[in-house]
């Protein structure tokens, strides 16, 4: 599975950024794919995952009730719809599959794309 990221960029606190994440050479439906996000200094930590096909969804307790993530079958493409920003958030923001979870370790996760800055100013 290859996986592009798209929509980082530059954006006042309180605003909102939308991210996607296409995926080429599998069925996105038979894994469970995600975002996770590193800061300057920082390890990378999880931010959202969906299930495979229309399964559970988990957000970190950072970012619930501003972020969603979903995913277009049809487009083999996760979104992350990110709202109320806060200067916290910035990091580059990484795509993930993985055929069973992503909830476990990162070094355990089967496939990542490049990421996507996404920079939040105060």
């Known amino acids: 599975v290859q996986l592009q990221a798209s929509g980082g960029g530059l954006v006042q606190a309180g605003g909102s950024l939308r991210l996607g994440c296409a995926a080429s050479?599998?069925?996105?439906?038979?894994?469970?794919v995600g975002w996770f996000r590193q800061a300057p200094g920082k390890e990378r930590e999880f931010v959202a995952s969906?299930?495979?096909?229309?399964?559970?969804?988990y957000y970190a307790d950072s970012v619930k009730g501003r972020f969603t993530i979903s995913r277009d079958s049809a487009k083999n493409t996760v979104y992350l719809q990110m709202n109320s920003l806060k200067p916290e958030d910035t990091a580059v923001y990484y795509c993930?599959?993985?055929?069973?979870?992503?909830?476990?370790?990162?070094?355990?996760?089967?496939?990542w794309g490049k990421g996507t800055l996404v920079t939040v100013s105060s």
């Open positions: 993930a599959a993985d055929t069973y979870t992503l909830r476990g370790p990162i070094s355990d996760i089967d496939y």
């Open positions: 969906i299930r495979r096909s229309g399964g559970s969804i």
């Open positions: 050479g599998r069925t996105f439906g038979n894994y469970a």
